[in-house]
Each structure stands twice: as C-alpha cells, then as structure tokens.
C-alpha cells in the first residue's frame, strides 16, 4: 500500500483569513478578499467562519488566526 502523493492545493491565493475579537462575545471572521462573516457570541463559532471560508475560497489562515 502506497501513500498518493502530496501535491500543493489547487487553488493558490495570497488573501488571508482571520478572526477579530471586539470585545466579550463579539468576534468575527473577516478575509483580505473582502469577505466578512456576521458577528458572533462565540468565538470558537468565529473561528469555524473563517475555517470555511479558508477551505471554500482557498483563502489562506492567518497566524495567529485570532486578533484580540
Ligand atoms: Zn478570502
């Protein structure tokens, strides 16, 4: 049994995407393309936006991913 190859992904884009915390349970995902997720209580919810948008758009993840 043979591992299949690595590959770079298909998509290749500079935009990153990050999560900004305003301030207890207000914290949003936004992303150097332009998008920009609703607000949310929870940031772990936030997180998950800018995940998905990271895996959807091929944008890729800041680091760190959250700015307080
Ligand atoms: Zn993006």
Do not use: K
Request: aromatic share 6%.
């Amino acid at each position: 049994m043979t591992a299949p190859p690595l590959s770079p992904p298909a998509v290749v884009s500079r935009d990153e995407v990050g999560v900004h915390v305003r301030g207890l349970g207000c914290s949003y995902a936004t992303c150097t393309c332009g998008w920009t997720a609703r607000p949310r209580h929870l940031r772990a919810a936030a997180e998950q936006d800018a995940w998905t948008h990271s895996i959807e758009s091929g944008c890729a993840p800041a680091f760190p991913l959250v700015n307080r």
